[in-house]
């Protein structure tokens, strides 16, 4: 199953759902995957909260068309559903205030980097 993509969060954070959007993206163009193809293939590895919210989501919409989704419209619902504009602000209020204060370099840098990932959507 080496072509598969990385399997999904249970209750994801921000940053967990960014990463794992990176993530199946570079699979999904390593294969060339169709806009079809990628979205049939993350809905497949939904676990728990998120699967539940698909459910939902699949319920709520015409019959049939959830599963017709391209990926761009599905990831448009999955960072609305997880990504709060709310969320955005904090952590770009966190971003522009970070300080290295008592942590290590690296433990700003990778803060850094976790924030800044998150703060151009």
Request: net charge positive; proline share 4%; hydrophobic share 40%.
């Amino acid at each position: 199953m080496e072509s598969m993509p990385p399997s999904s969060f249970g209750t994801p954070t921000p940053v967990e759902v960014m990463d794992w959007i990176s993530r199946n993206e570079m699979v999904f163009e390593s294969y060339d995957y169709s806009n079809r193809q990628r979205t049939v293939l993350a809905v497949r590895q939904l676990k728990t909260e998120v699967l539940r919210w698909w459910k939902l989501l699949a319920d709520i919409t015409t019959k049939g068309e959830a599963n017709k989704m391209s990926w761009v419209d599905f990831l448009l619902h999955l960072k609305r559903e997880y990504y709060s504009k709310q969320v955005f602000l904090d952590i770009n209020n966190e971003f522009h205030n970070l300080k290295k204060g008592k942590m290590s370099v690296s433990e700003y840098v990778a803060s850094f980097i976790e924030k800044m990932k998150l703060v151009p959507f």
